[in-house]
T-cell receptor, first 111, second 112 residues
Framework: KAGVTQTPRYLIKTRGQQVTLSCSPI?????VSWYQQTPGQGLQFLFE???????NKGNFPGRFSGRQFSNSRSEMNVSTLELGDSALYLC??????????FGSGTRLTVV | LAKTTQPISMDSYEGQEVNITCSHN???????ITWYQQFPSQGPRFIIQ???TKVTNEVASLFIPADRKSSTLSLPRVSLSDTAVYYC?????????????FGTGTLLAVQP
């Protein structure tokens, strides 16, 4: 079966702009989580959505937001981009059993 | 979620068995131990999960002593393609804690 699909794969944005990243989870998975990975901070949890509701949130500013649609697809949005937002953004989906499946990520570069 | 401690890096040669140990002194009764593997510019990949004693699958074994304060991921006969970062995580399976807390991981470098 298809894995977790993240689009786009690479993105370059300018400071002050906003960006929307997309994640399509494995079919049947209702939980979608987002993570930010940087060389300095490692992998950090952003938020988790389950059945269109945000269930958990990490310690990130309000510029980072997300949503989940009825088909479980999720988007995350970052507004007023800063240079420090340059990172690999990962999406993970989970079904009924424990164990997350991650996508390949979106590499965001802010210039 | 319990904090984990792993070696920053390890070196090995092709064909050897590699054991990566993770300390999790504050593991809770309901916590499971899960290991992920990550290659550069890719998302982490689930390797194995266990609660106690020993778990084995087609790619690795996980050894957990009775006190569960540590665990060891064992990779048999590693190859160059096993060069990656390995993360040990502990957490509950319950829905209330559906977030993964990653530590620094262990960079395993396999040489020919």
């Amino acid at each position: 079966k298809a894995g977790v699909t993240q689009t786009p794969r690479y993105l370059i944005k300018t400071r002050g702009q906003q960006v929307t990243l997309s994640c399509s989870p494995i079919s049947g998975h209702r939980s979608v989580s987002w993570y930010q990975q940087t060389p300095g901070q490692g992998l950090q949890f952003l938020f988790e959505y389950f059945s269109e509701t945000q269930r958990n949130k990490g310690n990130f500013p309000g510029r980072f937001s997300g949503r989940q649609f009825s088909n479980s697809r999720s988007e995350m949005n970052v507004s007023t981009l800063e240079l420090g937002d340059s990172a690999l953004y990962l999406c993970a989906s989970r079904g009924d059993s424990y164990g997350y499946t991650f996508g390949s990520g979106t590499r965001l570069t802010v210039v | 979620l319990a904090k984990t401690t792993q070696p920053i890096s390890m070196d090995s040669y092709e064909g050897q068995e590699v054991n990566i140990t993770c300390s999790h002194n504050n593991i809770a009764t309901n916590d499971y131990i899960t290991w992920y593997q990550q290659f550069p510019s890719q998302g982490p990949r689930f390797i194995i999960q266990g609660y106690k004693t020993k778990v084995t699958n087609e790619v690795a074994s996980l050894f957990i002593p009775a006190d569960r304060k540590s665990s060891t991921l064992s990779l048999p006969r590693v190859s160059l393609s096993d060069t990656a970062v390995y993360y040990c995580l502990v957490g509950s399976r319950s829905g209330a804690t559906n977030k993964l807390i990653f530590g620094t991981g262990t960079l395993l470098a396999v040489q020919p």
